[in-house]
């Protein structure tokens, strides 16, 4: 090993409003760090039905989805259909085009996950959509010496997750039992960050809370570890990012991530005349989103 990463900056994510009745604390993106390359956007959200995320379209990314607590229901307009329930994920591969919704199961009550929001190059924007979806039980989980790795996505501990990621990346939930501590590998080019969701860890000498989010971006040296400890009396979990940058031009609006602004006019055309992989979109409306739409009087 060459050494620690250094930490590079650390904030705190405030809780905002976003969607429909839904609540978000975002550490990349609106609120946060503009972006983490390759990340767009991550954050915690919360909420209960009829709350939630109504029809919206996405091109160019991937995004993932990983439920801390609760029961999240998924609906596309190809009809596909899903539901990710405490300690599961959904990796979608938005590509070429998805439109979807995403609203709290009616009847479950809090929902509380994390979604981030992975940058594809060029070459892979216009891919065909895939899903990837494992339970709690079908995820990859590992514990040495009071650490538990959940490996959504890369290694750790000897063991490699089964979600197969355009762009390289870790995606790994720790929890630190009292007293423990960790180094994490990274690739030397890679950046590397985490965000604290339950209890308080040290890395670098620096505290990091809940809600707060740690960054290590690289360029300091070819570092290629992060560590951080639980010096505590309380169990503590963070959730692990890191990823290679694409170092390509960026052009955003919404949910459509480009190289160019002709590729986002051009998104945004195929969109609104249902072409180029958006081939029924136009008209389409979930009936998920426009029943918690309606009970909240908006339809």
């Known amino acids: 090993m060459n050494g620690l990463r250094k930490l590079h900056r650390k904030l705190l994510a405030l809780e905002q409003g976003a969607g429909v009745g839904a609540r978000v604390r975002s550490s990349i993106g609106t609120g946060g760090i503009q972006r983490l390359d390759p990340f767009l956007l991550l954050d915690e959200f919360k909420g209960e039905w009829p709350g939630g995320f109504p029809d919206h379209a996405h091109r160019g990314f991937e995004s993932v989805t990983y439920m801390i607590e609760g029961c999240l229901d998924h609906e596309d307009f190809t009809g596909t259909h899903g539901r990710i329930v405490t300690g599961g994920v959904q990796w979608m591969t938005a590509g070429r085009g998805i439109v979807h919704s995403e609203i709290p199961a009616k009847g479950t009550g809090l929902v509380r996950g994390l979604q981030l929001w992975i940058n594809l190059k060029g070459s892979d924007k216009m891919v065909q959509p895939r899903y990837q979806e494992k339970t709690a039980e079908q995820l990859i989980r590992k514990t040495e010496n009071g650490i538990t ?27 630190l039992q009292p007293g423990s501590k960790f180094l994490q590998p990274v690739p030397p080019t890679w950046n590397a960050a985490f965000c604290v969701i339950e209890g308080s ?3 670098d000498g620096t505290t990091i809370g809940t809600h707060e989010f740690a960054v290590f971006p690289a360029g300091d040296g070819g570092s290629d570890s992060v560590a951080f400890e639980n010096p505590s009396s309380e169990t503590a979990r963070l959730v692990y990012i890191a ?9 955003q609006q919404g949910g459509f991530v480009m190289n160019t602004r002709q590729q986002l006019t051009d998104t945004m ?17 979930s009936k998920q989103g426009t029943e918690a739409l309606r009970a909240q009087g908006r339809v």
């Open 149 to 175: 790795a959940v490996v959504v996505a890369g290694e750790c501990m000897g063991v490699k997750s089964e979600i197969q990621t355009l762009t390289p990346a870790h995606f790994i939930d720790f929890i």
């Open 269 to 285: 055309r195929d969109y609104q005349m249902g072409i180029n992989g958006f081939e029924g979109a136009a008209g389409w409306h």
């Open 201 to 203: 860890v040290i890395t």
């Open 243 to 251: 990823g290679e940058p694409i170092k390509e031009p960026v052009e």
